[in-house]
């Protein structure tokens, strides 16, 4: 089952990175119903604008339609998806087994994450899973896709002389250069790209200069070589929605000036998005930043100008 | 210790007032440390039941004792007239003594007047604080004396979420980022290098996740 052009999953993302090109993805939150029409709007919206779309798993623990089934939908709309597995609701049991399938249906992009404590969501009282942290839910696909074992060490066949049939799947994990510790922001990084990673997503950037500063740490360590970097953006719509972020998701800086420069402007959607853009430009020109993933929370159809305004249309064909 | 906190009064109140003679029963350990279920508890949850017996018209009849463990057996001999004597007993021990006083006496119901919460520590005069999940397979020494498991609320062995902010948890501010903790004292170790190791699936079986506990020593049978 091994691709004979030294792809390690063949996925278009992983084309386009060998290709050398500067990447570009979006994100896809599900709906929280069973709606397939939402899946199928969004999806049109990303159509031709990205390489890969990323579908996220019950995000800020919401419940949510799930990632892989959501990932497929997206698949029959002519998007290749990148399917989110975190670890907060399923074992080692089900995540390899939850594998198995996306890769029997056709999915090759998985992002491996921790995921958002349900304390956050709108099931609260629930039990947490949590067997495994990200890094190790990196090694177990890595594991998987390499070794053709399972975590358990056994071979992944349907039996003694059955044939080997193990998920080859193209690897990534999140980084957030903006939480804190901030030494070991680098240190995590390191681990995940040794566990496996063959890209990462970042948590999204507003403060350029912290970003900078983390690069030139993964610069310094080599990490830029080993894994593509995808740098993550996510346009601000209002001061509300800034001040909001700002204030209620862990993990995110955003800068005093940034929310100035949008208060000031009369068209603040325009400016958020103007901002992105002009983000994405200044994330071209930082050595070992290899793609940017642009995560419009429920804000999908503007993605296009975005991408667009950034000179990155049209994708190629890989 | 293990820690504990009083339940509601009034689901105290609802699971004795029809219980007729009513032992409240105080636990000396840990559930005395940390002031939910020691003497000086039993004595004010008994005054408050009575008063509010009284107010409410119940004829609810209350006795008071308190011993040094719930967990042992020889420590309730003291008491064993009183427990027979009683029609329910309201004990404020933890979950283990709430049980074993259970087991010691068949035919008797033994009611929680505590939540048993966590193995943890006195920080300050009223105020306690997680430092143990009991899984088994302790790691304290690869983390500089802080457990990621207990600490960390999402059990993370190889690195902080993305979550933490200015050394405080995403679920909480209030709660230190175990992570951070770890961070500091390996810092402060000088073994910062270690934290570059990556850290295996853990085996969960020797907690919870492996059924009800049970430890069997051959070496200190009789």
Request: aromatic content about 6%; overall charge neutral.
């Given at each position: 089952?091994?691709?004979?052009?030294?792809?390690?999953?063949?996925?278009?993302?992983?084309?386009?990175?060998?290709?050398?090109?500067?990447?570009?993805?979006?994100?896809?939150?599900?709906?929280?119903?069973?709606?397939?029409?939402?899946?199928?709007?969004?999806?049109?919206?990303?159509?031709?604008?990205?390489?890969?779309?990323?579908?996220?798993?019950?995000?800020?623990?919401?419940?949510?339609?799930?990632?892989?089934?959501?990932?497929?939908?997206?698949?029959?709309?002519?998007?290749?998806?990148?399917?989110?597995?975190?670890?907060?609701?399923?074992?080692?049991?089900?995540?390899?087994?939850?594998?198995?399938?996306?890769?029997?249906?056709?999915?090759?992009?998985?992002?491996?994450?921790?995921?958002?404590?349900?304390?956050?969501?709108?099931?609260?009282?629930?039990?947490?899973?949590?067997?495994?942290?990200?890094?190790?839910?990196?090694?177990?696909?890595?594991?998987?896709?390499?070794?053709?074992?399972?975590?358990?060490?056994?071979?992944?066949?349907?039996?003694?002389?059955?044939?080997?049939?193990?998920?080859?799947?193209?690897?990534?994990?999140?980084?957030?250069?903006?939480?804190?510790?901030?030494?070991?922001?680098?240190?995590?990084?390191?681990?995940?790209?040794?566990?496996?990673?063959?890209?990462?997503?970042?948590?999204?950037?507003?403060?350029?200069?912290?970003?900078?500063?983390?690069?030139?740490?993964?610069?310094?360590?080599?990490?830029?070589?080993?894994?593509?970097?995808?740098?993550?953006?996510?346009?601000?719509?209002?001061?509300?929605?800034?001040?909001?972020?700002?204030?209620?998701?862990?993990?995110?800086?955003?800068?005093?000036?940034?929310?100035?420069?949008?208060?000031?402007?009369?068209?603040?959607?325009?400016?958020?998005?103007?901002?992105?853009?002009?983000?994405?430009?200044?994330?071209?020109?930082?050595?070992?930043?290899?793609?940017?993933?642009?995560?419009?929370?429920?804000?999908?159809?503007?993605?296009?100008?975005?991408?667009?305004?950034?000179?990155?249309?049209?994708?190629?064909?890989? | 210790?293990?820690?504990?906190?009083?339940?509601?009064?009034?689901?105290?109140?609802?699971?004795?007032?029809?219980?007729?003679?009513?032992?409240i029963l105080g636990c000396g350990?840990?559930?005395?440390?940390?002031?939910?279920?020691?003497?000086?508890?039993?004595?004010?949850?008994?005054?408050?039941?009575?008063?509010?017996?009284?107010?409410?018209?119940?004829?609810?009849?209350i006795e008071e004792a308190t011993?040094?463990?719930?967990?042992?057996?020889?420590?309730?001999?003291?008491?064993?007239?009183?427990?027979?004597?009683?029609?329910?007993?309201?004990?404020?021990?933890?979950?283990?003594?709430?049980?074993?006083?259970?087991?010691?006496?068949?035919?008797?119901?033994?009611?929680?007047?505590?939540?048993?919460?966590?193995?943890?520590?006195?920080?300050?005069?009223?105020?306690?604080?997680?430092?143990?999940?009991?899984?088994?397979?302790?790691?304290?020494?690869?983390?500089?004396?802080?457990?990621?498991?207990?600490?960390?609320?999402?059990?993370?062995?190889?690195?902080?979420?993305?979550?933490?902010?200015?050394?405080?948890?995403?679920?909480?501010?209030?709660?230190?980022c175990g992570w951070q903790l770890?961070?500091?004292?390996?810092?402060?170790?000088?073994?910062?290098?270690?934290?570059?190791?990556?850290?295996?699936?853990?085996?969960?079986?020797?907690?919870?996740?492996?059924?009800?506990?049970?430890?069997?020593?051959?070496?200190?049978?009789?």
């Amino acid at each position: 089952m091994k691709e004979g052009n030294g792809l390690k999953a063949g996925s278009n993302l992983e084309r386009v990175f060998q290709a050398g090109h500067f990447a570009v993805t979006a994100e896809l939150g599900p709906p929280k119903s069973a709606e397939v029409e939402v899946v199928h709007t969004k999806a049109g919206y990303l159509k031709g604008v990205v390489d890969a779309v990323n579908i996220t798993d019950n995000q800020t623990a919401i419940v949510r339609m799930s990632s892989l089934a959501a990932g497929l939908l997206a698949m029959r709309e002519g998007l290749e998806p990148v399917i989110q597995i975190t670890c907060r609701d399923r074992n080692r049991i089900a995540i390899q087994s939850d594998v198995l399938g996306a890769y029997a249906l056709g999915v090759r992009n998985i992002l491996c994450l921790s995921g958002d404590h349900q304390k956050f969501g709108n099931h609260p009282s629930c039990k947490n899973v949590y067997d495994l942290d990200s890094v190790q839910l990196i090694g177990m696909l890595k594991e998987m896709r390499d070794d053709k074992r399972f975590l358990c060490g056994e071979e992944i066949r349907n039996g003694k002389n059955a044939p080997l049939a193990e998920p080859r799947i193209f690897i990534g994990g999140a980084a957030n250069p903006f939480g804190d510790p901030f030494p070991v922001r680098v240190i995590r990084l390191a681990k995940k790209v040794r566990a496996g990673a063959d890209f990462i997503q970042t948590q999204c950037i507003y403060d350029m200069e912290r970003f900078e500063e983390w690069m030139r740490q993964v610069r310094e360590r080599g990490l830029h070589e080993q894994v593509k970097i995808m740098a993550g953006l996510t346009p601000l719509k209002s001061v509300g929605m800034a001040q909001y972020m700002r204030d209620n998701v862990a993990g995110l800086r955003i800068p005093d000036q940034v929310l100035e420069r949008l208060s000031k402007a009369q068209d603040k959607a325009a400016e958020g998005i103007k901002i992105c853009v002009e983000q994405i430009q200044r994330l071209r020109e930082i050595e070992g930043v290899a793609g940017v993933h642009i995560m419009a929370i429920e804000w999908e159809k503007r993605v296009a100008e975005i991408v667009e305004k950034a000179g990155l249309l049209p994708r190629p064909k890989v | 210790m293990i820690t504990a906190v009083q339940k509601p009064f009034e689901e105290i109140y609802r699971m004795v007032e029809a219980s007729g003679k009513l032992l409240i029963l105080g636990c000396g350990t840990c559930v005395t440390v940390c002031m939910a279920g020691g003497e000086k508890e039993v004595g004010i949850l008994a005054s408050t039941l009575r008063l509010a017996c009284r107010e409410r018209g119940s004829s609810l009849e209350i006795e008071e004792a308190t011993i040094e463990r719930q967990c042992d057996r020889e420590f309730f001999d003291p008491v064993k007239a009183q427990v027979l004597g009683a029609d329910a007993v309201l004990s404020m021990a933890c979950g283990v003594g709430v049980q074993f006083c259970s087991e010691l006496f068949e035919g008797k119901r033994v009611l929680p007047a505590l939540n048993t919460r966590f193995y943890g520590t006195t920080v300050q005069q009223g105020l306690w604080s997680e430092r143990c999940a009991g899984c088994g397979t302790c790691v304290l020494d690869r983390f500089g004396g802080v457990c990621p498991v207990a600490r960390c609320a999402k059990s993370l062995l190889n690195g902080p979420c993305g979550g933490a902010q200015d050394g405080k948890c995403e679920v909480d501010k209030e709660i230190d980022c175990g992570w951070q903790l770890i961070y500091d004292r390996m810092s402060a170790l000088g073994l910062l290098d270690s934290l570059m190791e990556i850290q295996p699936v853990k085996d969960w079986s020797t907690g919870r996740d492996g059924g009800p506990g049970r430890i069997r020593r051959q070496d200190v049978e009789l």
